[in-house]
């Protein structure tokens, strides 16, 4: 079965650190893109990092730049968020997804995770 499994959330203050983990099963992330992304209540769907393991590309939202480091890890099938100074408008429900192609682009996706809550507090 192909999916994709979060981990990592939690109950933050201000300015503390979390780091969320995706895990990859039934298929190989080295070989696929993959994109953080999180919703917040009321608020739209947000790309938050990007990362392709095959030629270490990576992208940020203006938002994170800075505080979040995405990264992977290929011989355990997983990609890391490292989230630095956090802030309450941080608080959402964090998901990671997986796209065939060379791009985060949520119409090229293919594979969601479930999610994991991150919630910070002031």
């Known amino acids: 079965e192909v999916q994709l499994v979060e981990s990592g959330g939690g109950l933050v203050q201000a300015g503390g650190s979390l780091r969320l983990s995706c895990v990859a099963s039934?298929?190989?992330?080295?070989?696929?893109?993959i994109g953080w992304f999180r919703q917040a209540p009321g608020k739209e769907h947000e790309g938050v990092s990007c990362i392709s393991p095959s030629d270490g590309m990576t992208s940020y939202a203006d938002s994170v730049k800075g505080r979040f480091t995405i990264s992977s890890d290929n011989a355990k099938n997983t990609v890391y968020l490292q989230m630095n100074s956090l802030e309450p408008q941080d608080t959402a429900l964090y998901y990671c997804?997986?796209?065939?192609?060379?791009?985060?682009?949520?119409?090229?996706?293919?594979?969601w995770g479930q999610g994991t809550r991150v919630t910070v507090s002031s």
């Open positions: 039934g298929f190989s992330l080295y070989e696929y893109t």
């Open positions: 997804a997986a796209s065939s192609r060379h791009t985060c682009d949520v119409g090229y996706l293919d594979v």
